[in-house]
């Protein structure tokens, strides 16, 4: 028994030993864990069984930078912040808009986007400006994903005003799929998933007028100290034109 805990102890003094050098089992270095929701293109999504695009580039170039492992965890976008909040993962990453009522909860690296949310309809629809849906006695159904801004901007704007109703999805293809099944009047969006969305089905149109401008960036634990790393990488990587060069890859320039 004796010569059994020695033998422990002496494993993991090694281990602990060669983790300072060269690292033991898994905890060689750091991981940056990104909390996302891989159904968000170009910003997050499959291909195959690989989730890519601008965030998942621009993180793991981040990662590169700090000399860290990563890794991407996917999950539905109104548990992101819950599992950074909770130390599950160390950052989320998901064409993320910064909000004040999100600043209470996390903190937010510099800005890496721009988003806009837009409204998608079928096309021939009635609505075909943003003052459509918020008109006195306006009564459309509004299709969102869950929690994302389209959905807290909608639900004030429209179901608490008494213009409508808010129907909510898990993914805003979900979303999509009902507007062609005519279960919603409309979409409520980013821009960039929303192009992607229309130009996969028939008969969709985004409408010219903008819902709202917001800004993305990468959440983290208050206080965490990843915040100043990630964010000081993020700017280099700015900076030298790798973000740009990322974006550039995923959104052909207009
Ligand atoms: N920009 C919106 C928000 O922050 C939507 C983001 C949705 N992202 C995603 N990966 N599903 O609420």
């Known amino acids: 028994m004796k010569k059994f805990l020695k033998g422990i102890l002496a494993a993991t003094m090694v281990c602990t030993m060669t983790a300072a050098l060269a690292g033991c089992g898994s905890d060689e270095k750091d991981k940056l864990v990104m909390a996302t929701n891989a159904a968000f293109p170009p910003y997050e999504f499959y291909e195959g069984d690989t989730i890519v695009g601008i965030d998942a580039e621009i993180a793991a170039a981040i990662a590169e930078k700090l000399g860290m492992d990563f890794a991407i965890e996917d999950m539905e976008f109104d548990a992101i912040i819950p599992a950074v909040t909770s130390g599950k993962a160390s950052m989320g990453m998901a064409g993320m808009t910064v909000t004040a009522e999100r600043l209470e909860n996390v903190?937010?690296?510099?800005?890496?986007?721009?988003?806009?949310?837009?409204?998608?309809?079928?096309?021939?629809?009635?609505?075909?400006?943003?003052?459509?849906?918020?008109?006195?006695?306006?009564?459309?159904?509004?299709?969102?994903?869950?929690?994302?801004?389209?959905?807290?901007?909608?639900?004030?704007?429209?179901?608490?005003?008494?213009?409508?109703?808010?129907?909510?999805?898990?993914?805003g293809a979900d979303a999509v799929l009902a507007l062609t099944q005519g279960k919603v009047d409309c979409v409520v969006i980013d821009n960039e998933p929303a192009k992607q969305f229309v130009s996969a089905n028939e008969g969709l149109t985004i409408l010219d007028t903008e819902y709202a401008v917001e800004d993305y960036a990468i959440c983290f634990a208050k206080d965490s100290e990843l915040t100043e790393k990630v964010n000081g990488a993020l700017q280099e990587l700015i900076a030298d034109g790798t973000v740009q060069a990322i974006i550039d890859k995923y959104i052909s320039a207009e």
């Not at 837009?118 to 994903?145: R, W, Y």
Request: hydrophobic share 35%.
């Open 107 to 171: 903190d937010f690296s510099d800005t890496y986007a721009t988003g806009v949310q837009v409204i998608i309809v079928k096309e021939g629809s009635s609505i075909q400006t943003v003052d459509d849906l918020l008109a006195d006695g306006a009564s459309h159904v509004v299709g969102v994903q869950t929690g994302t801004t389209g959905d807290i901007f909608t639900t004030g704007d429209i179901e608490e005003a008494g213009l409508g109703t808010v129907e909510r999805f898990n993914k």
